[in-house]
């Protein structure tokens, strides 16, 4: 999957992991322990948990289809999140 690196600041605590369509998958820089993964798009926001099972944390502005998508990508993406989780914070 390969996370975007770069120097500046904003890579730095908003670590990208990839891109689908509209949406942005990211981690900020351990704002928590527990592993999970944010979402982003022009109308979207939201937090998943990755552990111990999938559920949401928080969300904004996600109709009921939007929101069975990005659910379905996060289920089919889990392993590599974390994977990527613990590769960018040296796990």
């Known amino acids: ?3 975007s690196t770069g120097s500046n600041r904003q890579n ?4 990208p992991i990839f ?3 509209k949406y942005r998958f990211f981690f900020n820089s351990r704002e928590e322990r527990r592993r999970y993964v944010h979402i982003e ?13 999938i559920e949401i944390a928080i969300y904004y502005g996600i109709p009921e289809s939007e929101f069975t998508y990005l659910r ?3 289920r089919e993406r889990r392993n590599d999140f974390i994977e ?6 040296g796990i």
């Open 41 to 53: 798009s022009p109308d979207v926001s939201a937090k998943f948990w990755l552990e111990p099972e």
């Open 12 to 15: 730095k605590f908003k670590a």
């Open 1 to 3: 999957m390969g996370m």
């Open 19 to 21: 891109r689908i369509g």
């Open 84 to 89: 990527e989780w613990d590769r960018h914070f």
């Open 72 to 74: 379905s990508i996060i």
